[in-house]
C-alpha cells in the first residue's frame, strides 16, 4: 500500500470516520475504485466502517449509531469485497461476530461475505470460531449454516449431538479439524498444543461452558473431559462466570468444579493464579458471585498479580453491586 494513499481515499475514510454518509456517497461516486483499497491502517473502507458501528468491536456490545450502519450499507452498495480482510486475515463478518452484531452479521452475509476465514492464517479462523469463542451464541447460530469447521468444539459450544465425533469411545479425525485456531487477540499467550483426546475434550468444555449448553456439558463429562481442567486461560467454571452462564456454572459445581481453584486465566496478565470469584466480582455477575459463595468459594483468596480479593477485583473495576454483595455476605 502507499504511504501517501490518494487524495478520494483519504476523504472517504474522514467520512466513515465521521459518519458523514453524503460526503461518502459523493466520494464513491467520483471514484468507485477507491471502495476496494485499503486504508493507511491496512484495513478496507468496510472494515473500517464495520468495526466503527461496532464501537472498535466493543465487548460487551454498542449499538452504533444510525449514521454509522449508514455508511456500511453505502460502502456495500457501492461494491466492496465483503470478505476482503487485514494482512491478518481480519474480516468485516470477524468483527460483527466478535461483537455479537447479528444484524451486521445478516448484512454482510447477504452481500456475499463468505462463512469460511483465516484468522492468523489459521484454517480454523473462522467468524464462528470467534463468536463462539467469546460466547455470541445467537450470532453464532445463523453463522453456523453449516459450521465452519465442523468439529468438536464447535458442536459443543453450539448445542449439538456430538455422537458423531466419536468413534466407539475414541475420537473421530473431524473432531480435530480447524483447531489450529485458540486465541481471538494476539494479547492472549501462545499455546503449544499437542492435541491429544483429553486437551480436545477438555477445550469442548470449556467452549460449552461458555456458551451455556448443559446437555454438551454432561457429555463431555461422562466421555473424559476434566471439570477443573485449563485447558487455555481459563477452566470451564471461569468461562461460564465470563459468559454470565449461570445454568452452566450451576451444573459444573454439582458436577465437582472446585469454586477455589487458583488458575491463570484471560488475556496475558489478566488473571494470575486468581479464582473464578475474582473474575464474577470484575465484572458484575452478582447471580454468579451469590452462587460461587454459596457453593464454598472463598472470598478471602487473594490473586497473585495485584494481591487482591475478589472484593478488591470489584472496587478496583468500580463495579458497586458485587462490592455491596461481597461486603454484605455472612453479616
Request: hydrophobic share 40%.
Amino acid at each position: 500500500m502507499s504511504e501517501n494513499p490518494p487524495l478520494p481515499l483519504t476523504l472517504a475514510v474522514e467520512a466513515v470516520r465521521t459518519a458523514s454518509a453524503e460526503k461518502l456517497s459523493r466520494y464513491l461516486r467520483q471514484a468507485p475504485e477507491i471502495v476496494q483499497l485499503d486504508t493507511p491502517e491496512a484495513d478496507t473502507l468496510l472494515g473500517l466502517a464495520c468495526r466503527l458501528a461496532t464501537g472498535n468491536i466493543a465487548i460487551p456490545a454498542v449499538a452504533g449509531t444510525q449514521s454509522q450502519h449508514q455508511v456500511v450499507d453505502i460502502i456495500l452498495e457501492a461494491g466492496a469485497d465483503p470478505d476482503k480482510g487485514t494482512p491478518e486475515g481480519w474480516s468485516p463478518l470477524h468483527t460483527a461476530a466478535m461483537s455479537g452484531h447479528g444484524g451486521l452479521a445478516k448484512r454482510l452475509l447477504a452481500a456475499g461475505a463468505a462463512t469460511e476465514g483465516h484468522l492468523y492464517q489459521c484454517q480454523g479462523g473462522s467468524p464462528l470460531a470467534l463468536a463462539l469463542f467469546y460466547a455470541k451464541t445467537e450470532v453464532a447460530v445463523f453463522l453456523a449454516q453449516p459450521a465452519v469447521p465442523d468439529n468438536l468444539r464447535h458442536a459443543a459450544a453450539l448445542g449439538e449431538n456430538l455422537d458423531r465425533f466419536f468413534d466407539n469411545s475414541q475420537l473421530a479425525p473431524k473432531a480435530r479439524q480447524g483447531l489450529d485456531f485458540y486465541r481471538p487477540l494476539k494479547v492472549f499467550p501462545s499455546w503449544q498444543r499437542n492435541f491429544s483426546g483429553q486437551e480436545i475434550l477438555d477445550e469442548a468444555l470449556s467452549w460449552a461452558s461458555r456458551n451455556d449448553q448443559p446437555d454438551s456439558i454432561r457429555y463431555l463429562i461422562e466421555r473424559g473431559a476434566d471439570v477443573n481442567s485449563n485447558a487455555y486461560r481459563g477452566t470451564s467454571l471461569l468461562w461460564s462466570i465470563y459468559s454470565d452462564s449461570v445454568r452452566s456454572a450451576r451444573l459444573l459445581l454439582d458436577l465437582g468444579a472446585d469454586p477455589n481453584l487458583k488458575h491463570d486465566f484471560g488475556g496475558k496478565g489478566h488473571g494470575v493464579n486468581a479464582t473464578a470469584l475474582h473474575l464474577a466480582a470484575q465484572f458484575g455477575s452478582l447471580k454468579c458471585i451469590r452462587l460461587l459463595l454459596n457453593r464454598g468459594a472463598d472470598p478471602d483468596i487473594v490473586d497473585a498479580a495485584h494481591g487482591g480479593t475478589a472484593l478488591g477485583w470489584a472496587e478496583f473495576a468500580g463495579a458497586k453491586e458485587s462490592v455491596e454483595v461481597l461486603r454484605n455476605w455472612n453479616r
